[in-house]
């Protein structure tokens, strides 16, 4: 009798990484025989387990792919989780009868969900956003020889190889050259660093006594006419708009209701009719 797979959250004391590797790489990997098996019972039969026994053999796979982007700097378990969701949409997909074997199908799904993890997780703002800027964040560093900037000739013949126009080459290398900038400098910045701290050279101008004044005399001003507005409502909608919006406890429309006697719909219609004449009162 074939013995039964293991849980892989079993088989990772403490959840390491370290640990779930070399978990996945003791799980046999599947005979041609054994693969269109399986695929032909999910396929025909939707069997859950051949899913999982066809998902769980291909998990080494997703560990092996994750490491070639160990480059972007982000954390090789969230890339790995992001594989297997991909190889799962595979495995969900898989047609045993188009005689392709499913590593070399589910690839496109795993490579797909990182690159989508990567993008979203990489800058604070997307740096690919468009088919063309994907395809060269993704393949612009293998195609640079050296470190230094690409030259004119360079740059043209990266973008004919890659069928994209050489500004965007040009704008990607620099994009992929530029690094998120905090706010605030750094906590352990030396005096020689600190300066490059946005904190330090974006203007403020919330100091400034002109604009300090001038706002100060707009809220004076627009306070004043409210209560202008307000004076000439007569004495319950006055009553209704202040227990409504400006009393720190706001009444609903229903207490209202039974304060004045009136349905609920009747204070909405009341509340409405003030709030118009406030509108045409208060200038914009």
């Known amino acids: 009798m074939k013995k039964s797979l293991q849980p892989v959250d079993q088989m990772v004391p403490g959840g390491s990484l370290s640990a779930y590797v070399q978990a996945v790489s ?136 890659l069928g994209v126009g050489v500004h965007e080459v040009q704008r990607m290398e620099g994009r992929l050259s530029s690094r998120d900038l905090g706010y605030d400098q750094p906590v352990d910045a030396d005096d020689d660093d600190s300066w490059q701290a946005p904190q330090y050279y974006l203007e403020d101008h919330s100091g400034d006594p002109a604009q300090l004044l001038e706002s100060s005399e707009w809220q004076d001003n627009s306070e004043a006419e409210l209560h202008h507005a307000l004076a000439d409502l007569d004495e319950r909608s006055r009553d209704i708009l202040s227990q409504r919006w400006l009393a720190e406890k706001k009444a609903t429309l229903h207490e209202l209701a039974a304060q004045y006697g009136v349905s609920a719909e009747r204070i909405r219609q009341l509340e409405q009719s003030a709030m118009k004449k406030l509108r045409v009162a208060i200038p914009a």
């Not at 799904?109 to 979203?120: P, Q, T």
């Not at 395809?135 to 560093?141: G, Q, V």
């Open 26 to 161: 003791r799980i046999p990997v599947l005979s041609i025989e054994r693969e269109r098996e399986l695929g032909e019972d999910l396929y025909y039969n939707e069997n859950v387990q051949a899913a999982r026994e066809l998902v769980m053999s291909h998990l080494r796979f997703v560990v092996h792919i994750a490491r070639s982007y160990s480059g972007y700097g982000l954390a090789e378990a969230d890339l790995i989780q992001e594989g297997n969701a991909g190889l799962m949409k595979a495995v969900k997909r898989y047609n045993p009868e188009k005689g392709v074997r499913l590593v070399s199908f589910a690839v496109h799904w795993i490579k797909a969900e990182m690159h989508e993890f990567i993008l979203r997780n990489w800058r604070i703002v997307k740096v690919a956003t468009t088919k063309a800027q994907r395809k060269l964040f993704f393949n612009l560093r293998s195609a640079k020889k050296t470190l230094s900037w690409l030259s004119a000739d360079e740059a043209q013949a990266i973008a004919d190889d």
